[in-house]
Structures are given as C-alpha cells and as structure tokens.
Nanobody
Framework: QVQLVESGGGLVQAGGSLRLSCAAS????????MGWFRQAPGKEREFVAV????????YYADSARDRFTISRDNAKNTVDLQLSNLKPEDTAVYYC????????????????????WGQGTQVTVSS
C-alpha cells in the first residue's frame, strides 16, 4: 500500500513554470509505477505522464510532451512533475497516482488502472 501527498500547486501566469511534488509513504514505492493525472472543471480525469520503477523510462500525453517532465527519487520516496511554458488550458487539479503493475506490460492511461491516488493540488494558469 502506498499513500500519496501532493504539493507545489498554485497560481501562475501563462508561460510560467511550476514544480509539483508527491511524497509517498509505504515500503513498496520503489516497485510502484508512478504517474500524474489532471482534472479540469467539468472534464474527466486525464492522463498526463508516467514513470517506471527506476526512473529510466517515461511517457507523456501529447498535451504534456515537451513541456512537462516527470522524475522520481526512490531514496526520498518522491515523484515530481515539472511544468513549463504553462497555458491556461493546463488549469486543473493535478493528482499523483501509482500502480503496482509492470511498466513494460504497457502504458496505463485510464484512471481505473491506478489504485493509489493523492488528494490533488490545484494549478491555475492565468492568461
């Protein structure tokens, strides 16, 4: 079991940057595939990025590729999401997520595939 707590959200102008952090508790973090989802008002939860156990493999949604970077530190039990060149359409609640499956079995993009969720952190991008 893994418990997740996000931090780092806030209000930023378009073109700005934010760094989201997720602290995990539990002794299985290093064997947990970690990722980020987001949910904008009135919309469904959307896959953003995922990272494998060791941090050597990552995958991004088209909307995040080239602007966002996911990373992890297994020694600190943290996973971060660096947001750059933010746009108003990036405004959403961002959730840290995890699952105990194997990364090489396929990229999981459905919220139902992730049993571990944080409480979310709000990111608001003004135009």
């Amino acid at each position: 079991q893994v418990q997740l707590v996000e931090s780092g959200g806030g209000l930023v102008q378009a073109g700005g940057s934010l760094r989201l952090s997720c602290a995990a508790s539990g002794d299985t973090f290093s064997r947990t595939v970690m990722g980020w989802f987001r949910q904008a008002p009135g919309k469904e939860r959307e896959f953003v990025a995922v990272i494998n156990w060791t941090g050597t493999n990552t995958y991004y949604a088209d909307s995040a590729r080239d602007r966002f970077t996911i990373s992890r530190d297994n020694a600190k039990n943290t996973v971060d999401l660096q947001l750059s060149n933010l746009k108003p359409e990036d405004t959403a609640v961002y959730y840290c997520v995890g699952h105990s499956g194997r990364y090489w079995e396929g990229i999981r993009k459905s919220p139902d595939d992730y049993p571990y969720w944080g409480q979310g952190t709000q990111v608001t991008v003004s135009s």
